[in-house]
T-cell receptor, first 114, second 119 residues
Framework: NAGVTQTPKFQVLKTGQSMTLQCAQD?????MSWYRQDPGMGLRLIHY???????DQGEVPNGYNVSRSTTEDFPLRLLSAAPSQTSVYFC?????????????FGPGTRLTVL | AQSVAQPEDQVNVAEGNPLTVKCTYS??????LFWYVQYPNRGLQFLLK??????LVKGSYGFEAEFNKSQTSFHLKKPSALVSDSALYFC?????????????????FGAGTQVVVTP
């Protein structure tokens, strides 16, 4: 199993540009989520999904969109990048019921917005 | 609302000495508690979890954690630290009282504690 994969690993954008961060998992997990990691703030939940076709907002959703057309994929879209979105982004997945919900994380995407 | 605090930004320890990373939590019911570790330029890796049962939980790489309900704490410990344990450690909590489908995956993370183990 590849686990949770993310692309790209690094990205530099100019203010106002848009882009999509890709996330895929091959563990047949129902639950997927996106976090951003900023120094001294831990991980903050951006958006999450409990299954294909179902998404919802987390703690810091503004400026980001998601969709979940398949169980495997959960892309994160930045609509119009801003310097405040400079961060490291992590995708995670887990089973949604019947377990403690331990999450598996991807390697991250380091995004810089100029 | 659930929350978790890691009171130390950084912990410094000499190799071979005991390592403790502190975590306190706040939830409305009995918590599900997790520790994750992040090595430089890597994603988070699961170390251990407490759901119920024995208050002392053993995990990966020789780590263990002690759940203390009266003190609402879940400190991570290792009897003898290695230089390779130098990393960023995160405590996380889930409130099982909020186990609706859409809240299942919502972990609340602490700010993280940087562990530096010197030779």
């Amino acid at each position: 199993n590849a686990g949770v994969t993310q692309t790209p690993k690094f990205q530099v954008l100019k203010t106002g540009q848009s882009m999509t961060l890709q996330c895929a998992q091959d563990m047949n997990h129902e639950y997927m989520s996106w976090y951003r990691q900023d120094p001294g703030m831990g991980l903050r939940l951006i958006h999450y999904s409990v299954g294909a076709g179902i998404t919802d907002q987390g703690e810091v959703p503004n400026g980001y969109n998601v969709s979940r057309s398949t169980t495997e994929d959960f892309p994160l879209r930045l609509l119009s990048a801003a310097p405040s979105q400079t961060s490291v982004y992590f995708c995670a997945s887990s089973y949604s019921t019947g377990t403690s919900g331990e999450q598996f994380f991807g390697p991250g995407t380091r995004l810089t917005v100029l | 609302a659930q929350s978790v605090a890691q009171p130390e930004d950084q912990v410094n320890v000499a190799e071979g000495n005991p390592l403790t990373v502190k975590c306190t939590y706040s939830v409305s019911g009995n918590p599900y508690l997790f520790w994750y570790v992040q090595y430089p330029n890597r994603g988070l890796q699961f170390l251990l979890k407490y759901i119920t049962g024995d208050n002392l939980v053993k995990g990966s790489y020789g780590f263990e954690a002690e759940f203390n309900k009266s003190q609402t704490s879940f400190h991570l410990k290792k009897p003898s630290a290695l230089v390779s344990d130098s990393a960023l450690y995160f405590c996380a909590v889930r409130d099982p009282g909020a186990l609706t489908t859409d809240s299942w995956g919502k972990l609340q993370f602490g700010a993280g504690t940087q562990v530096v183990v010197t030779p």
